[in-house]
């Protein structure tokens, strides 16, 4: 995609939508997230991603939705983002 247009809540700073444009700027995918998961870290609650609806824009609005389920804290260690740590 050519440029994403995002949407973010003024009461708690998450992404709740999102654009997908196209480089002459039609919108050709959308998307909406749910925070109803918790976790908790260092002791406080924070909202975690529970759903996101992608809608097609293109093709009579087909959508796919995605479920996170029973989300875990962890600690992931810096290395696991290196290109040289991919197969």
Not at 20 to 32: E, L, Q, R, V
């Amino acid at each position: 995609f050519r440029y994403v247009t995002y949407w973010i809540a003024k009461d708690n700073l998450l992404g709740i939508k999102a654009e997908f444009h196209s480089a002459s700027g039609k919108k050709m995918k959308s998307a909406t997230v749910e925070y109803d998961n918790r976790v908790l870290i260092d002791g406080k609650t924070h909202p975690i991603v529970s759903k996101i609806t992608f809608c097609d824009e293109l093709s009579n609005r087909d959508r796919v939705t995605v479920y996170f389920v029973d989300p875990i804290a962890q600690e992931i260690p810096d290395d696991a983002f290196s290109i040289k740590s991919t197969p």
